[in-house]
Nanobody
Framework: QVRLEESGGGSVQAGGSLKLSCVAS??????????MSWYRHSRGADRQFVSKIELAGRITYGDSMKGRFIMSQDLAKNAVYLEMNELKSEDTAMYYCHRQCGAYEYWGRGTRVTVSS
């Protein structure tokens, strides 16, 4: 079993920044097929892909995040981070950490981000 714990959410004014963290614990060994992602879910909308980092370090972003969000990882700490800059009111959502390990996937409980204009 894998546990993902997010932190770093909060309230910020438009134009500000936040940095989210996600730490994985438990049976985390996955090998080359591992990836970790961030998704978000806002009220009245579908879950939205934010970013993904593969074990080898390749990173992809959702279109509306490119140029503003930066995802990184610290393999020694089993952690991934999401630095969010130039935040907009439409970035308000619950942000979830996701881990894919072959056919298995795991989700954190989320951390809330609120951006006020």
């Amino acid at each position: 079993q894998v546990r993902l714990e997010e932190s770093g959410g909060g309230s910020v004014q438009a134009g500000g920044s936040l940095k989210l963290s996600c730490v994985a614990s438990g049976d985390i060994y996955c090998g080359i097929g591992a990836s970790m992602s961030w998704y978000r879910h806002s009220r009245g909308a579908d879950r939205q892909f934010v970013s993904k980092i593969e074990l080898a370090g390749r990173i992809t972003y959702g279109d509306s995040m490119k140029g503003r969000f930066i995802m990184s990882q610290d393999l020694a700490k089993n952690a991934v981070y999401l630095e969010m800059n130039e935040l907009k009111s439409e970035d308000t959502a619950m942000y979830y950490c996701h881990r894919q390990c072959g056919a298995y996937e795991y989700w954190g409980r989320g951390t809330r981000v609120t951006v006020s204009s």
